[in-house]
């Protein structure tokens, strides 16, 4: 299993991005979560957006709702972190992951608890300007 994002660059306050996190070795129509994880110059990792394929459930951090889109995209087997209104806040190293099997139910809590992720890609920078 591989993850592989691209898609990271620099963008003015306001600019749109889409993150693709390239998946080899499974299928994204398979069972699994995935989730877009980031971490800041100076803080912790913090969890962005997932969605369980089980149930289609998805989840937000609150600072990304209504701007951050997450799907998948089966014709090119990647997942994929739409992001608008883009901020200074935003600005990181954008991460995707994923663990595998049926979930269905599953709350926010544990979708972003990022010890359940058992395959990390290398991640993409993100760096948002005034």
């Known amino acids: 299993v591989q993850l592989v994002e691209s898609g990271g660059a620099s963008v003015q306050t306001g600019g749109s991005l889409t993150l693709s996190c390239l998946a080899s070795?499974?299928?994204?129509?398979?069972?699994?979560?995935v989730g877009w994880f980031r971490r800041a110059p100076g803080k912790e990792r913090e969890a962005v957006a997932s969605?369980?394929?089980?149930?289609?459930?998805?989840f937000y951090t609150d600072s990304v709702k209504g701007r951050f889109t997450i799907s998948s995209d089966g014709v090119k087997n990647s997942v994929l972190l739409q992001m608008n209104s883009l901020n200074p806040g935003d600005t990181a190293v954008y991460y995707c992951?994923?663990?595998?099997?049926?979930?269905?139910?599953?709350?926010?809590?544990?979708?972003?608890?990022?010890?359940?992720?058992?395959?990390w890609g290398q991640g993409t920078q993100v760096t948002v300007s005034i």
């Open positions: 969605f369980s394929t089980g149930d289609g459930r998805k």
């Open positions: 070795g499974f299928s994204v129509d398979d069972d699994y979560v």
């Open positions: 992951a994923v663990f595998f099997g049926l979930y269905i139910g599953v709350g926010k809590r544990a979708m972003f608890d990022s010890d359940r992720y058992t395959n």
